[in-house]
């Protein structure tokens, strides 16, 4: 069975989030929804839904909140704001493309339902029950009790990923994502080499004069997603932390959720 998420907000910065694991950030001022396949994040019985709202959406001239940069008023920043997030549960035909499934649990916020002025972050969630597909190793990733000491390692891996992306080389990243690709394509009946050779091919494209965006220790966040069981790392601001920088030849970014199975740090 395959489901996948879909999501927006209007006027409103959120994150829609499933057991967890965040799967779409969301501006408030983009063109059409945001899709993300969910079903490898599905728990057997009990699941979360949720959409937490950050704030208002960043306004003209950079500005947040309700005066422009000229110092005209630009009314209500929240006017009419809303942010939701679908589970859908795609028909066994499905190949891309529009996701319209059935729908088996929505979390909608909109600020027409908040009494008086609004309190960030805020957000809602809804709780469905559904079955987890088998196989997904990012389960049985055993994590630190105490994540932060885990750092210097973890930070040392991630070098190693963005020092190989600038020389050319696919490999790394490829193997490091491999596990999670194939429990996947294994549960929702694609070929696992044909995914691998398509990202490999599509990572030696950008690849191809790609200068990251460099970052120190201390601009790395840590935050453990998944309950515990992996971790989203990220740049300070929140912004993926391998992604192109002034002077690349492509734009490149990419999201990491790693965690630890058999010692060694792989990418979910």
Known sequence: MMYAIKADSRNVRATASLNDVPL??????NVGNVIEFAGRWLEDGE?????TVHGPSVLRGGDPGFVGSDG???????D?????VQVHRLPPDFTGGEVNGEVVA?????????QGEPTFPTGAENRFLAAALPGMRWRNSRLPADPASARPQLIA???????????????ALVNAAEPGIRDTCAAIGQNADQQLEGFRAMLQDEARGLRLLPFRDEDVRIEPIAYGRLLLCSRSDGTPLLRAG???????????????ISNGWVMF
């Not at 699941?47 to 959409?51: E, V």
């Not at 005209?72 to 929240?78: K, M, V, W």
């Not at 891996?157 to 490999?171: K, M, P």
């Open 24 to 29: 779409a950030s969301l501006t408030g001022t």
């Open 47 to 51: 699941n979360r839904l949720r959409i």
């Open 72 to 78: 005209q008023p630009l009314g209500s920043a929240l």
């Open 80 to 84: 009419e704001a809303e942010a939701w």
């Open 106 to 114: 929505e979390a909608r916020w909109r600020i027409a339902d908040v």
């Open 157 to 171: 891996w991630l070098r190693g990923l963005a020092a190989s992306l600038e020389q050319g080389d696919s490999n």
């Open 246 to 260: 002034p002077g690349s030849a492509t734009d490149f970014e990419i999201e990491i959720r790693a965690g630890m």
